[in-house]
């Protein structure tokens, strides 16, 4: 395989279009040998993936790999969008990617309708709110939100919407203006009510999903991320939820930094640090596992408050 035809691919997330290796010098004979011994894939018609440059086990970089696929299968007018531009802008909350669908744009379906693995859109979409990333082209944040909370459940839109705040994607000022762009689409009546959930203070999926539980059963936290100092001013933690008449914290336990052991060595000496300097405050811990009990969640706020 050629240097050139290489480099290019590697700059493309491992991807290479049959244009641009014919170019580099390679011939179809070339194409035909590199996919029978391996050092290619195909995914798409005139589509060649390198699978030397390709990490599947990290899902940032494969689906970047992924998109710039299906960009060069349907052409220089296409654009990821939805569900894949968010996962791409590292927006929080989607369900995990299944490994190979993208959601793509297109100005018009037409006979291009069927395409392995690439979910298809015809949205109206102006070129103010196409840009690129990592050299792929995508719909820009503000827009992005707008098709993918059509697409999703209450729980999800809400998590994605606090994700592109707490991330700097979106402003809260842009959260009126937002709404009222999606007006006259399809689903917009049902998610209108969803946009004043949004608080860019979450930081994780988890968080959002809590507090909608607590919001719901008529016990929505006093604060967010409440900081607690010690008697020298200085912080002791960061809180996740506060509810202030029952002195309480309430702690999103993730499976991610949480479990591992020096974080577990960190929450133990911040508790014990907090019940030394505010003997009156109580501590609840909620996992993943707890979202399927949410009475549970509420109970044990209850409880706190009885």
Not at 29 to 48: F, Q
Not at 84 to 112: C, E, F, K, N, S
Not at 125 to 153: C, K, Q, W, Y
Not at 156 to 173: F, N, P, W, Y
């Amino acid at each position: 395989m050629p240097g050139s035809a290489l480099n290019l691919a590697a700059r493309q997330h491992g991807v290479i279009g049959w244009d641009q290796a014919h170019r580099a010098g390679i011939t179809k004979s070339d194409a035909r040998r590199l996919i029978r011994n391996g050092t290619w894939g195909h995914p798409h018609t005139g589509v060649y993936t390198v699978r030397d440059l390709i990490d599947r086990s990290n899902t940032d970089t494969y689906i970047r790999s992924v998109t710039m696929a299906a960009q060069l299968a349907l052409g220089p007018h296409s654009f990821a969008g939805g569900e894949t531009a968010a996962r791409l802008w590292g927006v929080q909350g989607l369900p995990p990617w299944d490994g190979h669908t993208v959601h793509m744009v297109i100005p018009a379906l037409g006979a291009q309708r069927h395409h392995h693995r690439i979910t298809l859109h015809s949205w109206r979409t102006s070129p103010e709110e196409v840009t690129a990333l990592h050299g792929i082209r995508l719909t820009d944040p503000v827009r992005t939100l707008r098709d993918t909370l059509l697409r999703v459940d209450r729980e999800t839109a809400v998590c994605l919407m606090d994700s592109a705040l707490q991330r700097g994607l979106i402003l809260e000022e842009d959260i009126e203006g937002l709404e009222l762009a999606n007006r006259g689409r399809k689903g917009c009546v049902r998610v209108r009510s969803w946009w004043p959930l949004a608080d860019g203070r979450a930081e994780s999926p988890l968080e959002t999903r809590v507090r909608l539980i607590c919001v719901d059963g008529g016990m929505p936290p006093t604060d967010l991320q409440r900081r607690f100092l010690d008697g020298h001013g200085r912080t002791i933690g960061i809180a996740d939820f506060w509810w202030e008449e029952q002195r309480l914290i309430g702690e999103a336990d993730g499976l991610g930094p949480h479990s591992l052991p020096q974080a577990l060595l960190r929450d133990r000496e911040r508790q014990n640090a907090l019940q030394r300097w505010h003997p009156d405050v109580r501590i609840v811990r909620f996992t993943w596992q707890d979202l399927k009990r949410p009475q549970y969640i509420l109970a044990s706020i209850a409880r706190s408050e009885a």
